[in-house]
């Protein structure tokens, strides 16, 4: 079965910083790996995927991640903070079921944005 | 382009009382997936359905939660007693399916039903 784990429930910086969430996965297959986030009293919206070719992957709103399968890691970093990135923000990862697809979410980490 | 519609967006209820959820996908989507998200935890699937046909609901609890997709198309959520630890956000997503080579497993959310149950 495929899980994930997300490291660090909360996380803040300051405007303008580096921002990076960290995402571990388990899969016995090829993951597809994905990043959502989650603004306030909204659903999750895609910020990027992975599934097969260039391990870097970039998304929206200036946000990229790293397929790293020697680490088991889809890091998701920015390299400038804005205050409109303060939301929550899940890592998930893809199984196959008979019928579709099936996300298996992380906990979420909640990232606050500081002036 | 319209989204995942769902309603309402929130509903207030008793403990015992029941509560019905509703949801419309993307147009063409033939997998509809119902989650559960409580307070601090990411999204757990509940129910997930291909077409009219239930392809996993191993986490759904069937006692109280039940689910259909008649038609294929919309899909209602119905909880009944309702229990305290129920209340969460109930998002419905949807997605295009296995059946096309190009779907890399891409869901769409709707904007969640928030349900506190009292």
């Known amino acids: 079965a495929q899980s994930v784990t997300q490291l660090g429930s909360h996380v803040s910086v300051s405007e303008g910083a580096l921002v990076l969430l960290r995402c571990n996965y388990s899969?016995?297959?090829?993951?597809?790996l994905f990043w959502y986030v989650q603004y306030p009293n909204q659903g999750l919206q895609l910020l990027l995927k992975?599934?097969?070719?260039?391990?870097l992957v970039k998304g929206i709103n200036g946000f990229e991640a790293e397929f790293k399968k020697s680490e088991t890691s889809f890091h998701l970093t920015k390299p400038s903070a804005h205050m409109s990135d303060a939301a929550e923000y899940f890592c998930a990862v893809r199984g196959v079921t008979g019928g579709g697809n099936k996300l298996t979410f992380g906990t979420g980490t909640q990232l606050k944005v500081e002036l | 382009e319209a989204g995942v519609a769902q309603s309402p967006r929130y509903k207030i209820i008793e403990k015992r009382q029941s509560v019905a959820f509703w949801c419309n996908p993307i147009?063409?989507?033939?997998?509809l997936y119902w989650y559960q998200q409580i307070l601090g935890q990411g999204p757990k699937l509940l129910i997930q359905?291909?077409?009219?046909?239930?392809?996993?609901d191993s986490q759904l609890p069937k006692d109280r939660f039940s689910a259909e997709r008649l038609k294929g198309v919309d899909s209602t959520l119905k909880i009944q007693p309702a229990k305290l630890e129920d209340s969460a956000v109930y998002l419905c997503?949807?997605?295009?399916?296995?059946?096309?080579?190009?779907?890399?497993?891409?869901?769409?959310f709707g904007e969640g039903s928030r349900l506190t149950v009292l």
């Open positions: 899969s016995s297959v090829p993951p597809y």
């Open positions: 147009s063409g989507h033939a997998t």
């Open positions: 997503a949807s997605s295009l399916g296995d059946s096309r080579i190009t779907n890399t497993g891409e869901l769409f």
């Open positions: 359905f291909q077409n009219n046909g239930v392809v996993d």
């Open positions: 992975y599934t097969t070719g260039a391990t």
